[in-house]
C-alpha cells in the first residue's frame, strides 16, 4: 500500500509543470481580465483606479463599438462559409492514391504552417495598386484595377479571402482525415448503381462527415473571431474601420491609446459571445462518451 | 474504362490548380526577393527577375541602424526559438510521458481541457499578461516571450508526443525495470530516444511558433535591440517609404527555415494532427 501512495503522487509530478503553465498563462489571466475591467489603468502603472461599470458603459455608448461588433459578426461568418466549403473539396482532391501524395500533401500545408506576419506584409506589396502582381493580372483580363485594402468594398473580402487561404489547409487535413475512414467499398457499389461523383459526394461523402464538419466549424468560427494578425499586418483594421474586429480594437484601445481598462472590458465582452458559443457547441455537438 | 482516365485526368488537373493557388503567393515572394527595385514597382516586368540581383538582402543585412538591425533581430529570435524549442520538449514529453502511461483521474478530460486552451481568445491575454509581466519585471526580455510561446505550443505536443510514447511497449521498460535502472534512467535512456521522431516532430512544432509568432512579441517587447524579426519585419511596413526589395528578403529570410525544419517531419504531424481528429 505505501509503495502505491507514493506512485500515486509522483504520477502528477509528470504532469505538474504544464498545467501549471496553463494556468499562469491562460487560467489567472482569464480572470485578471475580468478584474481589470472595472479598473482606470494607466500605461505602465500596476495599480489601477476602481470605477465600477464606468468601462462597459463608455464602450456600450461607442458607436465605434457596434461599428466593430459588426465587422467582427461579418468578418467570422463570410471565412466560416469560405473555410468549411473549400476544404472538403480540397481534401476529396487530396484523398486519391496517387505516387507522391504525401508530398502534395505536405505542400498543401505549407501556407498554414509559415509565418503569417512574412505573407501579409508581402502580401502588402502584391495587392498594391498599379504595381502589384494581382492589379497586373486583372489589368490584362478584365482591363479594371482595384484597391483591394484601400477601398472600404474591397478590404473585407481581400483580407477573408487572404487568411481563409492561409487557414485552408488546416481544415484540409480534418476533412481529409475523415475521408480516410470512409470505406472505398461504399464509392464502388454506388458506382455499380450509376451514381456519378455529385451523388456520390451527397449521398456518402458529405454524411458521413457530419461529426467531423461540426467540430471544424466551431474551430474555425472561433479561430477567426479571434484572428488578430491577418488582419492588423495587412490593414491595421482597414479603411475606415472597416476592418476592425474586436480583437484590433482591445489591442488598439489598450496598447496605442493606452487605456487598458477600456480594453479589458471589450476583451470581456467578445469573450462571453465566445463562451456561449462554446457551451452551445458541447451542449449540441460534442462527441459523447460511448466510445 | 475510359471514365477512369478522364477522372485520373481531371484530378490531376485539380491537384496542379491546387498546389499553383496554395503556392504561388509564397513562390512569388522567394522570385522576387531578387528582383532589383524598378522591377518590383512594375509588375508587368514580369513573373522572373530579368535582372538577378542579391542587393535586396545585401541592404536588409548590411545598412544597420540601431532601430532596423535585422541580423540582430534574425539571432533574437533563434534564441527565442530555441528557448521555446528546449523548454516545450522538456514539459511536454514529461507530460506526454505522464499521459501515456498512467491514468489519471478524469484522464479524458484533462486532455481535453488542455487542448482547450487552442480555442481560448488569445485577445484575451494580452492585457492581464502585459500587467503580470509588468509586476514580474519580465517586459521586454526574451525570458518573458519563451515563457509565453512555450504555453501557447506545449499542450499540443503534449497531446502529440503523448501518443508517440503510446505506441511503445511498456515492456521494455519494464525489462530495464528488473535489470535495476531505475525511473529516471529508464526515461531518459530508453523510452525518450525511442520517441525520437515525436521529439522531433515536437521541436520543430515550438520552434515554428516562436519563429513566427508577432502580437505577444510586439506588445512584450519595447527596446529596438531586443526585437524578434517578425517584430522588424512589420516595422518596415510603418517607414514612410516602404522598401519592397528589403521587405520581401525579410520574408524569405522568415519563411525559409520554417520550411525546411517542416518537410522532414511533416509526415508526423499530419499523421498526428489526422489521428486525432479522427478520435474528437
Not at chain 1, 461523383?197 to 457530419?210: E, V
Not at chain 1, 484590433?248 to 472590458?265: I, N, Q
Not at chain 2, 539571432?75 to 514529461?94: A, C, F, R, W
Not at chain 2, 512555450?150 to 499542450?155: G, N, S, V
Request: glycine fraction near 8%; proline fraction near 5%.
Amino acid at each position: 500500500m505505501k509503495v502505491n501512495y507514493k506512485v500515486n503522487f509522483l504520477k502528477y509530478l509528470y504532469i505538474f509543470p504544464i498545467f501549471a503553465l496553463i494556468g499562469v498563462v491562460f487560467i489567472y489571466p482569464l480572470f485578471q481580465v475580468i478584474n481589470s475591467s472595472f479598473y482606470n489603468i494607466r500605461m505602465g502603472k500596476s495599480e489601477g483606479v476602481f470605477i465600477g461599470l464606468d468601462n462597459y458603459r463608455l464602450i456600450f455608448s461607442e458607436p465605434l463599438f457596434w461599428k466593430s461588433v459588426n465587422s467582427t459578426l461579418i468578418w467570422t461568418l463570410c471565412s466560416l462559409v469560405i473555410q468549411l466549403i473549400i476544404p472538403m473539396f480540397v481534401a476529396i482532391i487530396l484523398n486519391q492514391k496517387l505516387k507522391g501524395i504525401h508530398f502534395i500533401r505536405s505542400s498543401v500545408l505549407l501556407p498554414y504552417i509559415v509565418p503569417m506576419v512574412a505573407l501579409a506584409v508581402s502580401m502588402r506589396w502584391m495587392l498594391l495598386p498599379e504595381i502589384g502582381i494581382f492589379n497586373e493580372i486583372l489589368k490584362n483580363t478584365i482591363g479594371t484595377q482595384i484597391s483591394f485594402l484601400g477601398s472600404q468594398n474591397a478590404a473585407i473580402p481581400t483580407v477573408v479571402i487572404f487568411n481563409s487561404w492561409k487557414l485552408m489547409p488546416f481544415g484540409t487535413l480534418l476533412i481529409l482525415s475523415a475521408l480516410q475512414t470512409i470505406p472505398e467499398e461504399l464509392y464502388e457499389a454506388a458506382r455499380v448503381d450509376g451514381a456519378n461523383f455529385w451523388k456520390q459526394f451527397i449521398y456518402i461523402t458529405f454524411p458521413l462527415l457530419g461529426k467531423i464538419i461540426w467540430f471544424m466549424g466551431f474551430l474555425v468560427l472561433v479561430w477567426n473571431f479571434n484572428a488578430f494578425d491577418a488582419i492588423w499586418l495587412t490593414t491595421e483594421g482597414g479603411p475606415g474601420h472597416i476592418l476592425q474586429t474586436l480583437p484590433v480594437l482591445v489591442y488598439r484601445r489598450a496598447f496605442k491609446v493606452f487605456r487598458l481598462g477600456e480594453g479589458a472590458a471589450i476583451a470581456t465582452v467578445g469573450s462571453v459571445f465566445l463562451v456561449i458559443i462554446g457551451l452551445l457547441y458541447f451542449k449540441l455537438f460534442a462527441p459523447k462518451k460511448e466510445d | 474504362m475510359g471514365t477512369r482516365i478522364i477522372r485520373t485526368i481531371l484530378v490531376n488537373i485539380g491537384i496542379i490548380m491546387l498546389l499553383l493557388i496554395v503556392l504561388f503567393p509564397i513562390i512569388y515572394i522567394f522570385i522576387s526577393s531578387f528582383k532589383p527595385l524598378s522591377e518590383l514597382i512594375n509588375a508587368a516586368t514580369g513573373f522572373f527577375p530579368k535582372q538577378p540581383t542579391l542587393s535586396n538582402y545585401l541592404t536588409l543585412l548590411l545598412v544597420r541602424t540601431p532601430v532596423r538591425n535585422f541580423p540582430l533581430f534574425l539571432l533574437n529570435s533563434l534564441k527565442v526559438s530555441l528557448g521555446t524549442v528546449l523548454l516545450t520538449v522538456l514539459i511536454s514529453s514529461v507530460a506526454g510521458y505522464g499521459l501515456a502511461r498512467y491514468r489519471y483521474p478524469g484522464g479524458g478530460i484533462l486532455i481535453q481541457s488542455m487542448l482547450f486552451i487552442y480555442v481560448f481568445p488569445t485577445v484575451l491575454l494580452i492585457i492581464p499578461i502585459y500587467r503580470m509581466f509588468l509586476n514580474l519585471k519580465l517586459l521586454d526580455t526574451h525570458l518573458g516571450l519563451i515563457i509565453i510561446y512555450t504555453a501557447l505550443a506545449a499542450p499540443f505536443c503534449t497531446w502529440l508526443i503523448s501518443s508517440f510514447f503510446k505506441t511503445i511497449p511498456i515492456e521494455i521498460e519494464q525489462a530495464a525495470s528488473i535489470d535495476g535502472a531505475n525511473k529516471l534512467t529508464i526515461f531518459f535512456r530508453i523510452t525518450l530516444p525511442l520517441a525520437g521522431a515525436g521529439l522531433l516532430t515536437v521541436g520543430v512544432y515550438a520552434f515554428i511558433i516562436a519563429w513566427g509568432e508577432y502580437m505577444f512579441a510586439s506588445i512584450l517587447l519595447s527596446s529596438s535591440s531586443n526585437r524578434t524579426a517578425p517584430l522588424g519585419l512589420a516595422t518596415l511596413t510603418a517607414e514612410q517609404y516602404i522598401e519592397y526589395g528589403p521587405l520581401l528578403a525579410g520574408s524569405v529570410l522568415i519563411i525559409l527555415p520554417v520550411i525546411i525544419l517542416f518537410f522532414p517531419v511533416a509526415r508526423h504531424f499530419i499523421k498526428g494532427v489526422m489521428g486525432g481528429a479522427i478520435k474528437q
